[in-house]
Each structure stands twice: as C-alpha cells, then as structure tokens.
C-alpha cells in the first residue's frame, strides 16, 4: 500500500534553516508528481511546492519562494524539502503528498510539525 | 489565480441529516478539475470526490459532489458520526493556480 512518511520537523529560530524528508513506498515513486503542503495551527491548507516525476518541473508559491528548495531522489524513494530564512509565519505541519500531472492530492503523509520560535 | 470560496464556514446538523456544503471559484474551473478532501483532527486531509463528482476509493456513496463552471457542491446525503469534520475544495489540472477552499466546519448539533 502507498506510504508516506515525513520526518524532519521540530523548533527553530526565526532565521534557521531545516530539512524535511518525506519517505515513499509501495508505489514507484519515480513515475509521480510530489508535493508539500503545509497546515498552520487552527488555519487552513496552503500549497507549498511541487516537483515532476523527473524533477525537471517545480512550482513555489510566492510566500515561500526564494527561501524554500524542493527537490527528490527518485533513487531512495525521497522527496524533501529545504527550507531556509525561516520566519514564525512558516510554523505549521508540512504534509507530503503524491498527484499525477494534474496535481490531484490522492495520498498524504501523516504530517511533521515545523515550529518557528525565539 | 483562482480563488475559491466555500459556504457556510460552520455547519450544525444532527446525525442521519442531509448536509450541503457549497465550494464557489472566481474564475471557471476548466475540465471540472474540482476536488474535496475531508480532515479530521490530528489527520491528514483525505480525497473524497474527484472531478466534481467522482468518487475516490472507499468513499461511501452517501458522498457526492456536483457542480461546473463556478459553483460546485458536496452532498452528504445522510450524516454519519464519523462525517463531523472539516471540508475542504481543490481546484487543480493548472500548474500555475494550485489553490484551496478556507474549508467548512461540520459539526454536530
């Protein structure tokens, strides 16, 4: 069954940087689109990047981007995030999630919370 | 980009009631490319209709959605317990406007 697993999150200062990773199985990983999406707390559902099959095609939305880098090794099933200049209106849990070309969200991970906090 | 606008924001009904929740975009959605994901607390949203109207896998058929064009709408025709949640609407199929919905509460009443 396809699995999707998030790791990587917890507290950091604004300004800070982390990585999240999202692990992938039962399923090819190198023939879907990958995204993240992000949840802050009480708050509605934000997409936050995607990435082709190939990794030739990525998307950012503007409030992250210049700051955020996605990308994904189809190798070890992987897709992750690296999130730089971090501020405390990034402080949510980040779901991975797989879509074919039209971007349809038909399996998540579980979520990893990213805090951002002096 | 496409800006997605869903009513009422919280819905009260009681158990075995119909509930209608109401997704509206500024701008036509092309090819039906409308999508709602139900999310209970602590857990990751879940797909439940596809397409405007299609059904993911699993989902009851107490579910359904219908709409085009603008105005879209998720039918819970009979309202279990584990129903209570939050909903939400995707438009996707555009690389450039990945946009959702602020969601509706349903919660019991």
């Known amino acids: 069954q396809v699995q999707l697993v998030e790791s990587g999150g917890g507290l950091v200062k604004p300004g800070g940087s982390l990585r999240l990773s999202c692990a992938a199985s039962?399923?090819?990983?190198?023939?879907?689109?990958m995204s993240w999406i992000r949840q802050a707390p009480g708050k509605g559902l934000e997409w936050v990047s995607y990435?082709?099959?190939?990794?030739?095609?990525?998307y950012y939305a503007d409030s992250v981007k210049g700051r955020f880098t996605i990308s994904r090794d189809n190798a070890k099933n992987s897709l992750y995030l690296q999130m730089n200049s971090l501020r405390a209106e990034d402080t949510a849990v980040y779901y991975c999630?797989?879509?074919?070309?039209?971007?349809?969200?038909?399996?998540w991970g579980q979520g990893t919370l990213v805090t951002v906090s002096s | 980009e496409i800006v997605l606008t869903q009513s009422p924001g919280t819905l009260s009904l009681s158990p075995g009631e119909r509930a209608t929740l109401s997704c509206r975009a500024s701008?036509?959605?092309?090819?039906?490319?409308l999508a709602w994901y139900q999310q209970k607390p602590g857990q990751a949203p879940r797909l439940l209709i596809y397409?405007?109207?299609s059904r993911a896998t699993g989902i009851p058929d107490r579910f359904s959605g219908s709409g085009s064009g603008t105005d879209f709408t998720l039918t819970i025709s009979r309202l279990e317990p584990e129903d209570f949640a939050v909903y939400y609407c995707?438009?996707?199929?555009?690389?450039?406007?990945?946009?959702f919905g602020q969601g509706t509460r349903l919660e019991i009443k």
């Open positions: 990435i082709s099959s190939s990794g030739s095609t990525i």
């Open positions: 039962g399923f090819t990983f190198s023939d879907y689109y």
């Open positions: 999630a797989r879509s074919g070309w039209e971007l349809l969200l038909r399996y």
């Open positions: 397409g405007a109207s």
């Open positions: 995707q438009q996707y199929g555009s690389s450039s406007s990945i946009t």
């Open positions: 701008q036509s959605v092309s090819s039906s490319y």
